[in-house]
């Protein structure tokens, strides 16, 4: 069971960085700042994001803000080894050794100028990762205090198990929305939700405004009729969407546009009828439910 409260919807910082908007030191706090003022405290990492950079420039802003901590949660991960300027790597491969896992935590921590991080999950599962390694890492990194909660991220159900019978798995941050609904039909939402595991859901909005498919098409006519009836934006009702499932998925939003934060968080007042959600995953099949 997690003990860290996160927000119930998250603030990715993917893009924050480097690999796209490049946000000047001033801009992400500020950005920092506003996502707490509309109630958005959680921030979802990874060490790997802006090839090793953004964890970094998180850090310098959040001390420049002069932010409480106990005002916000982090999230991070590891596992991931890419190919840069700041690793050796000939390969991009997955690395789970003990050694490994508490060298990145270490190295987050140094970064993101705190002590802790909220929640620590492994990035990709491997298939050389060995569940009582991983596991012994997790303990020494809990009894020091490095970080509170451990999950997992885009691990299948087995893949938990096997490191959940080692060590206490709280979350799983997989791929959700209403245009990639296979956790919800694969059995591994059931498994969380039996386990006590909390699903964070990565792209919520889906391919909606990515894509011009017959899918997004028929998705994009009905949401022009729901925000007619709810009076919020689509992608405000796409993550209602997910909220409204049993498994309580919390949504990372990745965007920077401050009128789109100030929207999203309206979609956990909003109630959305079951029909309305049903006519949604309809739509999303191209056909309705049996």
């Known amino acids: 069971m997690s003990k860290t409260a996160l927000s119930p919807i998250i603030s990715g910082t993917m893009n924050w960085g480097v690999w796209d908007k490049n946000l000047t030191p001033k801009e992400m706090e500020n950005m920092i700042q506003i996502c707490i003022e509309n109630k958005i405290t959680t921030f979802d990492h990874a060490d790997i994001y802006g090839s090793y950079t953004t964890e970094a420039d998180f850090g310098k802003a959040f001390h420049a803000s002069k932010i409480s901590r106990e005002k916000f949660q982090l999230i991070t991960k590891c596992g991931i080894q890419m190919i840069a300027e700041s690793r050796p790597n000939r390969v991009k491969h997955y690395d789970y050794s003990k050694e490994y896992i508490i060298w990145s935590v270490e190295q987050s921590l140094k970064k993101l100028k705190t002590d ?51 060590t206490e798995v709280s979350y799983n941050q997989v791929q959700f929305s209403a245009t990639n609904f296979e956790p919800m039909v694969d059995g591994s939402f059931d498994y969380m939700q039996t386990h006590g595991i909390r699903p964070l859901s990565w792209n919520p909005l889906g391919t909606v405004f990515r894509e011009d498919t017959r899918k997004t098409r028929r998705l994009k006519k009905l949401l022009a009729d729901l925000v007619k009836k709810y009076g919020f934006g ?57």
């Open 116 to 166: 802790f991080v909220d929640v620590f999950l492994l990035h990709r599962p491997s298939p050389l990762m060995q569940a009582d390694e991983i596991a012994e890492a997790v303990e020494k990194l809990k009894s020091e205090g490095k970080i509170i909660d451990f999950g997992l991220s885009n691990f299948t159900s087995s893949q938990t198990e096997l490191i959940r019978q080692k």
């Open 234 to 290: 689509s992608d405000t009702l796409l993550l209602a969407w997910i909220l409204k499932h049993p498994a309580k998925v919390i949504p990372i939003a990745g965007t920077v546009n401050i009128a789109r934060i100030q929207s999203l968080g309206k979609a956990v007042e909003l109630e959305m009828d079951k029909e309305d959600w049903f006519a949604i995953w309809t739509e999303s099949m191209g056909e309705e439910v049996l």
